[in-house]
């Protein structure tokens, strides 16, 4: 999932590559003989360029400082802030939080549901209050991170290691392909939306408010918490620790966990991950099946309280059009390119013997739109959804 609180200075760090030069091996019969007209080995150059990590050290700078004082944060939850307001800790957490899951990442990124206008406005705060990127900016490189997954246009490719993957990527230049590939994810969807280009227009004037300003006035008017408790306690150190669970996305659950539905991506299944941010590690799951407006096969709330928001929203009307994968389907791509460790939890008996299916969906897609899926899967997503779009 994509964050990044230094959009114009957040950039890129890449691996250099080389080529090893090529060695002949003998037999020790032959080798007497060889050395009489062996001919000096060249070493074979390149034509891979080198990438140099062009680290942008204020982003250094200004996160060394923000983890610091939140430490500062985490000690004074201890010993000094009053137990409503850690509990003001956790809740407003949540509500963020849902700005980028059940917001930019579930409804802009992936359009996995529908959602009327006052549905819209609140996700729109929320993710306003969660400080990584307006929403336009979080979906594009989302919908990137999707369409290239760990390549070099990838914003926070795993393959560079944890450290780059959860924080790294936003202390370093972005690489070029970033941009390049950038340009040719649709967007139109997000232009389309007021919501979204109001909040892009006013975005700079929303944040301090929502991230900062209404969550550290609430403990010090309605329960008279010290204010400087309350700033240090649910303003940096919430807005610290909910960076870094929505980070976690990114880099461990791209690294730690089973592959029951595709063993040839590196996206994982990470229980810690699905608790840490709120139903979002499912993570293999989410990028065979983007579309799906749970992120996971099954709609346990235990670990993925998004999807318990999700069905709230679409009991009063909020919420429609919520998108989901037939049990077949998932069978079928379990028995396809599953690593074994799937286990069906549900009561069908049926048994799939079409192991030659294969799914369209999940194969480098950023969600329903993407201009790649096959109209047959759309035609089967439309008709098992019963969608009004």
């Known amino acids: 999932m994509a964050s990044n609180i230094l959009s114009s200075s957040a950039l890129f760090l890449a691996e250099a590559r080389s080529a090893e030069p090529v060695q002949i091996i003998s037999t020790p019969g032959a080798q007497h003989s060889y050395k009489s007209y062996q001919k000096p080995l060249k070493t074979v150059k390149s034509n891979v360029p080198t990438y140099k990590w062009d680290i942008v050290w204020t982003n250094?700078?200004?996160?060394?400082?923000?983890?610091?004082?939140?430490?500062?944060?985490?000690?004074?939850?201890?010993?000094?802030?009053?137990?409503?307001?850690?509990?003001?800790?956790?809740?407003?957490?949540?509500?963020?939080?849902?700005?980028?899951?059940?917001?930019?990442?579930?409804?802009?990124?992936?359009?996995?549901?529908?959602?009327?206008?006052?549905?819209?406005?609140l996700l729109m705060f929320c993710q306003s209050g969660a400080l990584q990127n307006h929403i336009y900016e979080w979906v594009r490189d989302h919908r990137v991170h999707?369409?290239?997954?760990?390549?070099?246009?990838?914003?926070?490719?795993?393959?560079?290691?944890?450290?780059?993957?959860?924080?790294?990527?936003?202390?370093?230049?972005?690489?070029?392909?970033?941009?390049?590939?950038?340009?040719?994810?649709?967007?139109?969807?997000?232009?389309?939306?007021?919501?979204?280009m109001f909040q892009r227009k006013y975005y700079l004037l929303l944040v301090p408010i929502f991230c900062f300003i209404i969550p550290v006035l609430i403990p010090w008017y309605f329960w008279n918490e010290d204010l400087w408790v309350s700033w240090y306690v649910v303003g940096i150190a919430r807005y610290t620790l909910t960076l870094n669970f929505t980070w976690l996305v990114n880099s461990a659950a791209h690294i730690y966990g089973s592959k029951p539905y595709d063993?040839?991506?590196?996206?994982?299944?990470?229980?810690?991950?699905?608790?840490?941010?709120?139903?979002?590690?499912?993570?293999?799951?989410?990028?065979?099946?983007?579309?799906?407006?749970?992120?996971?096969?099954?709609?346990?709330?235990?670990?993925?309280?998004?999807?318990?928001?999700l069905d709230f929203m679409a009991k009063i009307g909020w919420a429609y059009d919520l998108k989901t994968v037939s049990s077949e389907m998932v069978k079928?791509?379990?028995?396809?390119?599953?690593?074994?460790?799937?286990?069906?939890?549900?009561?069908?008996?049926?048994?799939?013997?079409?192991?030659?299916?294969?799914?369209?969906?999940?194969?480098?897609?950023?969600?329903?739109?993407?201009?790649?899926?096959?109209?047959?899967?759309?035609?089967?997503?439309?008709?098992?959804?019963?969608?009004t779009e």
Do not use: C
Not at 88 to 116: D, S
Not at 332 to 354: A, E, F, L, P, Y
Not at 360 to 383: F, P, Q, T
């Open 60 to 121: 250094v700078l200004i996160f060394f400082v923000l983890h610091s004082v939140s430490l500062y944060g985490a000690w004074l939850m201890i010993t000094q802030a009053i137990w409503r307001t850690n509990i003001f800790f956790y809740l407003y957490g949540v509500f963020t939080g849902m700005g980028i899951t059940a917001g930019a990442h579930r409804l802009w990124a992936h359009r996995t549901y529908r959602a009327k206008l006052p549905l819209r406005i």
């Open 146 to 196: 999707h369409k290239f997954t760990d390549t070099d246009a990838d914003p926070h490719n795993s393959r560079r290691g944890f450290f780059f993957s959860h924080i790294g990527w936003l202390m370093v230049k972005k690489h070029k392909d970033v941009f390049i590939k950038g340009k040719t994810v649709d967007l139109s969807d997000l232009e389309a939306d007021p919501v979204v």
């Open 263 to 309: 063993n040839t991506i590196s996206p994982t299944e990470n229980m810690f991950v699905s608790w840490a941010a709120v139903g979002e590690g499912w993570h293999n799951y989410h990028h065979v099946f983007p579309w799906d407006y749970k992120a996971a096969e099954l709609g346990n709330y235990r670990l993925n309280v998004t999807t318990a928001f």
């Open 332 to 387: 079928k791509r379990v028995q396809r390119t599953g690593d074994g460790s799937w286990v069906d939890d549900s009561s069908s008996t049926s048994i799939i013997n079409d192991i030659d299916y294969h799914h369209h969906l999940g194969d480098l897609l950023w969600g329903w739109g993407d201009k790649d899926m096959k109209e047959d899967d759309i035609r089967d997503i439309r008709y098992y959804n019963k969608l």
